[in-house]
């Protein structure tokens, strides 16, 4: 069966693209769209910054459009900082503490909302800054990462992967970043040191950073990681250093895996919490990442890997199997 070669005559089709987001802005959103009403606020960052990516935004709007564009942005704006991510909830007079929680800032929203009033030339002079500064570092939680919205009682719901994180450094950077004058009424900061931490955990052996700690690395993910430490004007460490993970132990296996292998530990008598994954690299070498809580000396001791040279890139495993292919069968000892 013979090969298709890539194209070499690749256009970019670029009145098509202006003509599809100007359909999104002025008209009915694509069929595929208009069930997500309570995405408008992200719907509505892209379609701006697509417009504003193709050189056209403000050539193909009229400067009334854009203030009715902005407009709209502060209406979804929260009495209590952040922004919603749809007009919707908004409760006008009938809100009170018992229904709070069902109209909720949200954080994605806040951080498109802000980047969408830049992209629009708005000087940001009605955000509420000093309120949504001070609901920022309600959303962060011990570890570090970032909730998606308040809801009732004021937990902190939603994901915490580094899309949050970086959509609070982000929001954060707009409304304050270096600039020490806009810390106004003894606002608090979130808690940098922590995030960072959270972000450096989430950075895989391959250099690149997963949705959370021990995850596979993901180039979204990776890209928001990225952003949010240059957003905090922090650098991703080597990744020889240590960034709250104790160990990091490979096992090299020979091509046909068929007989144990010799593996060293820096724990002793540790317990394990996690077995990650076995990893299957270009010369079919396996690698076991094991990640515990308590260093100490250096011992020795032997992996059975029950796999094929012809496996998958990453092989996942969870800590019961894996336990099992350990000799002895635990870390303890």
């Known amino acids: 069966m013979e090969t298709q070669s890539p194209p070499t005559d690749l256009v970019f089709y670029k009145d098509k693209h202006i003509r599809y987001w100007l359909r999104c802005l002025k008209t009915l959103l694509p069929t595929d769209y208009t069930t997500n009403d309570s995405n408008r606020m992200t719907l509505s960052f892209f379609i701006l910054s697509a417009l504003d990516l193709l050189g056209i935004l403000h050539d193909r709007t009229t400067p009334d459009e854009r203030q009715n564009y902005i407009d709209w942005l502060y209406h979804c704006q929260h009495p209590s900082g952040g922004f919603r991510g749809f007009p919707a909830t908004d409760l006008g007079h009938l809100r009170s503490e018992k229904n709070a929680g069902w109209d909720p800032a949200n954080l994605p ?24 500064l001070r609901w920022l570092p309600k959303l962060q939680r011990p570890d570090g990462s970032f909730g998606e919205l308040l ?4 937990q902190i719901e939603g994901g915490r ?3 949050f994180c970086y959509c609070a450094a982000g929001v954060r950077y707009v409304l304050q970043g270096g600039r020490e004058d806009q810390r106004q009424d003894e606002i608090t900061d979130i808690k940098i040191d922590q995030l960072v931490k959270y972000i450096h955990l989430s950075r895989t052996y391959d250099h690149g950073y997963s949705e959370a700690p021990y995850h596979e690395a993901h180039a979204g993910f990776t890209y928001c990681a990225l952003g949010a430490l240059s957003l905090l004007e922090q650098s991703s460490p080597p990744l020889t250093t240590s960034s709250g993970v104790a160990l990091r132990a490979v096992a090299n296996q020979s091509p046909t895996l068929s007989h144990p292998t010799e ?8 317990k394990m919490e996690r077995i990650f994954a076995i990893h299957m690299d270009v010369a079919q070498n396996a690698r076991l990442m094991i990640y ?9 001791m032997r992996l059975s890997l029950p796999v094929q040279a012809r496996q998958p890139p990453m092989l996942p495993v969870s800590t019961a199997d894996a336990t099992k292919m350990l ?3 635990t870390l303890s000892g």
């Open 327 to 329: 000799i002895p069968a």
């Open 109 to 132: 929203a806040t951080y498109f909302a802000l980047a969408a009033l830049v992209v629009l030339g708005d000087d940001l002079s009605r955000v509420r800054a000093p309120a949504c």
């Open 151 to 154: 809801g009732a009682d004021g």
């Open 292 to 300: 515990t809580s308590n260093p100490g000396p250096v011992t020795t």
């Open 263 to 270: 593996i060293e530990k820096t724990t002793k008598g540790a």
């Open 161 to 163: 992967d580094l899309r």
